[in-house]
């Protein structure tokens, strides 16, 4: 798979600091009742799900419950088979993709306009709006996004399609083919990211070989694609490619993501909140453009080939310089070898206060400026320049460099030279341009003892020496627990133990030594401090401030809470519960390790606020104002069903107490009949009675628009299957046909409204006893037929509904007979070889004006006596109807006896003797 440049906004990885919500969702405010999606009060429960024991989806939702990604019912079920629905669907992906903000400032709480039927107040407007900003949904052609409509197979490949091509840096194959038995049922809009999806391996057909495509997603089969999309996030993020201007790698809380290796190729990149864990270079391709690496950490080597201006804020473990004319700033942070190579001359590299450089290999005529600390410069190139006075600076032979504002002449020697007193030498090399000095007193500062962690490197610690031009060396006592490397001024930590670390100061004549110790211990990052931490915490009503949570080695900052409405967090720490019921809301924390202030992780866990109304215990007249004050939503069209509130509080049952004014009727569970001729407004009154008590309170009167009715494919395969009853009619020819079609059909809801009918998986293959037409085929015999209907739109494709019914239709007997007694002659058979060079054996049931088997109303089945090989199901004859038969160069030369077969049922035991008895032998006597 090739990896291309990245475009826009990116896939984030950061898979340690992955929150996905539960598959279920959270709904707009409902308490966290039994039967209820989320986890239980006090976290996940540790146990499998009940109802996962041998479901074949099994270990990817046990992979994902072990890892806190996801919950199933306080019921302890998960739930397999439900659907999900499509804000469902958009959310998990968001959080999947990492995509809970963007530069403009939107975030998953954000309210989204684009829609006409996504409220501002609903709990999934802010992911629909990153959706759309995102562009992988588009939502339907009225301005709708129809969020709690079942999300579709096709849809779900579609919108995962799309997320991973506009995010992604891997290039998708959109054009190949699958062996689906119903891929003619894909949507045209769709086929491509199916076919993406995969070939990515991302999501299967089904055992049968299908696809179906307009299937509702399960919540197994999003366990699966959630697994594989993890997988896959991870398969694809190995190395990166900056190949656009742009700012990459913002994320809330500023929270790092590692890439193993990267190259920037173009100029106006901005690299945030990364660690290269291996090289990260800057391509000639980048030419005079600006590159700025801000809070960046490279573990391997900045290797500069590109680029005129480069801004630099981290940790940079070397730098090698390999561009001319290159200006380098480094605003903060430090570097352990800077290497500028030949080749580089007029490049400038500016040290602001505090930065430090552990050792510089100076090799072109180039210049370092500022006031930032360098520890060790080492120069081979004349004319060099180095503004500030490094700790150790050494010249090579017959080099003249200006080191701390003076020019000095280099000679072979290792170290500054240290004179004899009295001789008048010089400080600075061999006595050319340098300034003499007297040997002063050798001092090196005690080490203070350290504390790492398995696999940190740190450069060698800055110990104040006297005098500056001294030489350190480093040695471990233990090199197989701390490794010292002496050519890259750095110390690592290989292993759990304790070192002792001798350090050995150098001056003339004069030496010193010091010891400290280094205690290792085993590597724990903030993201492997917030990793168990449970993703869903539960806040109950009488808990007025919020809580932090704490990891030992850890400090952790309150960063933002996030809670619809607002005054739910006052801004000063507190908690005000809500008046009616509890909402979710978002916390983001951010942890960093003690000490190590580049150590952090943002922690973002969601919070379930108990309401005051979601009390068993609360005062029934306060819920009962409170469910009023819900949401409602009118019905959908075609449902026949008002919309109950998402309310739950344990111990109280809510029923529909009345309509006023009786307008409609509506039952208790909120079914009618059927919609009014026009739209009718009407008012509801629900009673909330306590179980245990029998107390109960009226809501006040609740108003809800009931629509006219709307025609749709759904709308009339419910009318159909309610009205309909196949009859078997006289055709006027002596035959019968089924009131299907024509004007004595049986279903005249149809008639005038563009929809059609047609059979759908009639139990017959192929057609026996009713024709496409609706003309019945009679037998001897009385017979029954079952069969399926299916209702579509003559004009648009996609409305359809299959009626969820089957029927069933008795077909009269008919007193047949053959019209005159059959003929098989073999007058009819012949060999031949067609365009492919096969040989063929033909049997030719008509010939002009005759007809080898005599009836046209036959159905028939020809077979090879003696052999399984069949050439066909029953047909029915018909003008110049052909079997034709493959029998070389495989198939054996000889002799072969064809028969007839007749359909059971048609035909009086004596006619059906008289067609089965037909035989006619055909010998091929060589091959074609």
């Known amino acids: 798979m090739r990896v291309f440049g990245i475009c826009g906004q990116r896939l984030r990885i950061g898979l340690l600091t992955l929150l996905i919500l539960a598959l279920p969702g959270v709904s707009a405010p409902a308490a966290q009742a039994a039967g209820t999606p989320g986890a239980a009060k006090g976290g996940l429960a540790d146990s499998s799900f009940m109802d996962m024991e041998a479901h074949w989806a099994r270990d990817a939702v046990e992979s994902l419950r072990s890892k806190e990604l996801l919950s199933g019912y306080q019921d302890g079920r998960f739930r397999p088979e439900e ?32 829609f006409a039927d996504v409220p501002k107040t609903a709990w ?44 992604s840096a891997t290039a998708l194959d959109m054009s190949g083919s699958t062996s689906f038995t119903d891929a003619d049922k894909l949507a045209e809009w769709a086929t491509g990211d199916v076919m993406a999806m995969v070939q990515e391996g991302l999501i299967a057909g089904k055992p049968d070989g299908a696809f179906e495509p307009r299937q509702a997603l399960t919540r197994a089969e999003a366990a699966v694609i959630s697994v594989r999309l993890l997988d896959w996030l991870e398969r694809h993020a190995d190395s990166r490619t900056y190949s656009e201007a742009g700012v990459y790698g913002e994320t809330p809380g500023n929270a790092i993501h590692n890439v193993t290796s990267a190259e920037v190729t173009a100029g106006g990149v901005t690299l945030r909140n990364i660690r290269v864990l291996g090289d990260l270079v800057l391509a000639a391709s980048i030419g005079d453009g600006e590159v700025t690496l801000d809070h960046v950490q490279v573990d391997g080597k900045l290797v500069v080939v590109g680029g005129r201006k480069i801004s630099l804020n981290g940790r940079f473990a070397a730098i090698r310089l390999e561009k001319a004319k290159v200006d380098i700033s480094l605003t903060s942070g430090s570097i352990g070898v800077l290497e500028i190579a030949q080749g580089s001359d007029e490049a400038k590299v500016r040290l602001a206060k505090e930065t430090s450089v552990n050792k510089v290999e100076l090799r072109a005529r180039a210049g370092i400026y500022g006031t930032g600390n360098i520890r060790r410069a080492e120069v081979f190139a004349n004319e060099a320049i180095i503004e500030q006075m490094p700790e150790q600076w050494e010249l090579a032979d017959n080099i003249r460099a200006n080191i701390g504002g003076k020019w000095r002449q280099g000679n072979s020697r290792n170290v500054p030279s240290v004179p004899s007193p009295g001789s008048g030498g010089g400080s600075g090399g061999s006595g050319n341009g340098g300034d003499p000095v007297q040997p002063p007193k050798l001092e090196l500062e005690q080490p203070a003892d350290l504390e790492m962690e398995t696999g940190d490197t740190m450069p060698f610690p800055v110990l104040a020496v006297k005098p500056s031009g001294a030489v350190l060396s480093y040695v471990s006592e233990a090199p197989g627990v701390v490794a010292v490397d002496e050519k890259g001024s750095k110390l690592s930590a290989v292993a759990a133990g304790k070192a002792g670390i001798k350090v050995k100061a150098v001056y003339g004549s004069q030496s010193t030594e010091r010891r400290f110790e280094i205690t290792v211990g085993p590597r724990v990052t903030a993201q492997d401090a917030v990793k168990g931490y449970p993703p869903i915490i539960t806040i109950p009503a009488d808990v007025k401030k919020i809580p932090i949570p704490e990891f030992p080695g850890f400090t952790v900052k309150l960063l933002s809470a996030i809670a619809d409405p607002p005054d739910v967090f006052p801004g000063d720490g507190t908690i005000n519960p809500p008046s009616c019921w509890g909402v979710m809301t978002t916390l983001n924390y951010e942890v960093t390790k003690v000490n190590r202030p580049d150590d952090k992780a943002l922690l973002r866990v969601r919070a379930a606020i108990s309401g005051k109304a979601d009390s068993p215990d609360a005062d029934l007249s306060l819920i009962a104002k409170c469910v009023a004050g819900l949401g409602w939503e009118n019905p959908a069209p075609g449902t026949r069903k008002i919309n109950f509130p998402d309310y739950a509080v344990p111990g109280v049952r809510m029923k529909l107490q009345s309509v006023v004014d009786g307008k409609y009727v509506i039952r208790e569970d909120g079914t009618f009949d059927e919609f009014p001729a026009t739209d009718l407004d009407i008012q509801v009154i629900y009673r909330l009675t306590r179980e245990s008590s029998g107390e109960y309170a009226d809501t006040d009167p609740i108003p809800y628009t ?8 759904k709308y009339l395969a419910d009318q159909v299957a309610a009205n309909y009853e196949p009859q078997a009619l006289p055709d006027g020819n002596g035959g019968y046909k089924l009131n299907l079609f024509g004007p004595d059909s049986g279903v005249p809801i149809l008639e005038g409204t563009g929809y059609g009918v047609k059979f759908n998986g009639i139990d017959i293959v192929p057609l026996l006893y009713i024709k496409p037409d609706g003309t019945l085929i009679q037998g001897y015999t009385e017979r029954t037929q079952t069969f399926a209907l299916e209702i579509y739109n003559l004009n648009d494709p996609e409305d359809w509904s299959l009626i969820l019914k089957d029927f069933t239709l008795t077909i009269p007997a008919k007193s047949t007979k053959l019209s005159q007694p059959p003929e098989l002659s073999a007058n009819a058979i012949r060999l031949y070889k067609n365009l492919y060079d096969e040989s063929i054996l033909s049997l030719k049931m008509m010939d ?27 047909v029915r004859l018909g003008q110049g109807y052909e079997f034709r038969k493959i029998v070389g160069p495989d198939h054996p030369a000889g002799t072969f006896t064809l028969a007839v077969e007749a359909p059971d049922g048609i035909f009086s035991p004596e006619d059906e003797a008289q067609i089965e008895s037909l035989r006619v032998t055909i010998t091929v006597v060589e091959r074609l």
């Open 124 to 167: 999934y407007s802010g992911d629909v709006a990153i959706a759309l900003k995102e562009g992988y949904v588009q939502g339907s052609k009225d301005g709708k996004f129809r969020p709690r409509e079942k999300i579709s197979r096709q849809e779900a490949a579609a919108m995962l399609g799309r997320l991973l091509r506009h995010q």
């Open 706 to 713: 009931l629509p006219k009715r709307t025609i749709n494919a």
């Open 848 to 874: 002009g004006s005759r007809q080898y088997i005599q009836d046209e109303n036959l159905y028939f089945r020809m077979y090879i006596v003696g052999t399984n090989e069949d050439w066909g199901g029953f």
């Open 83 to 114: 659907a999900i629905s499509r804000a469902e669907w958009v959310a998990l992906l968001n959080r999947m993709a990492g995509l809970t903000r963007h530069g403009s400032g939107e975030t998953a709480d954000t309210p989204v306009s684009g």
